[in-house]
């Protein structure tokens, strides 16, 4: 179907900045407009929504606790999402799932995306 292959993960200190990019490929990816997103899930919590973009880049969508921190975009391929996390904070500490679904409007529901990818580490040391 969907493959989701996700990079930028890693260990960095609080108050740093890191990227996340997401690449989308397969048939429907060619076939179809989409929405990309990120959610997150920090270890004994549940997954929750951090960002999404729609199908044109001018339609975003982010969490509260991300919301000016974070910022979401798309490549003009169209097929790339990147997630540029700034200022940030161990509250952050999460494996971070990029995800897809067909369609034109950022969502912001799990039960919303048809694809996950495996996930990338994000640690943020205080």
């Known amino acids: 179907q969907v493959q989701l292959v996700e990079a930028g993960g890693g260990l960095v200190q609080a108050g740093d900045s890191l990227s996340l990019s997401c690449a989308a490929s397969?048939?429907?990816?060619?076939?179809?407009?989409?929405?990309m997103g990120w959610f997150r899930q920090a270890p004994g919590k549940e997954r929750e929504f951090v960002a999404a973009?729609?199908?044109?880049?001018?339609?975003?969508n982010y969490a509260d606790s991300v919301k000016g921190r974070f910022t979401i975009s798309r490549d003009g391929a169209k097929n790339t999402v990147h997630l540029r996390m700034d200022s940030l904070t161990p509250e952050d500490t999460a494996v971070y799932y990029c995800?897809?679904?067909?369609?034109?409007?950022?969502?912001?529901?799990?039960?919303?995306?048809?694809?996950w990818g495996q996930g990338t580490q994000v640690t943020v040391a205080s």
């Open positions: 995800t897809f679904a067909r369609g034109y409007n950022a969502l912001y529901r799990a039960s919303d995306y048809s694809d």
């Open positions: 973009i729609g199908w044109s880049g001018g339609d975003t």
């Open positions: 397969g048939r429907t990816v060619s076939r179809f407009t989409y929405t």
